[in-house]
C-alpha cells in the first residue's frame, strides 16, 4: 500500500535541511568574494577585469538566484507540513 498525504515531520526537516542549504550557497558566495578580492590585489590587466566581470556580472547572481528559489523551496516544505498538520488535527 503506498502513502496518501504527507510523513509531516520528515517534509519540516527536509525544509529546514533546504534552508541549511541554501546557507551553504551563500557561505560558498562570501568566500568566493573573499577569493576574488585577493586575486585582485595581485593580479591586475585585462583578463583579471574579464575574471571579475564574469563573476560579478554573472555567476554571483546565478548562485544567489538559485540560493533563494532553495530556501523558497525550505520555506514552502515547511508551510505545507504545517497545513498538513493543522488539516489532519481538524479531523
Known sequence: MSLV????????????????QAQAIQ???????????NAKQNWKG??????EQLWHGQYQG?????QSDIEDLGKAAIKNAGEQERTSGSY
Open 62 to 66: 546565478q548562485m544567489r538566484k538559485i
Open 5 to 20: 498525504g504527507m510523513d509531516v515531520d520528515v517534509v519540516k526537516g527536509i525544509g529546514k535541511d533546504l534552508g541549511t
Open 46 to 51: 585585462k583578463d583579471s577585469d574579464h575574471f
Open 27 to 37: 557561505t560558498s558566495i562570501n568566500a568566493i568574494n573573499k577569493l576574488l578580492d
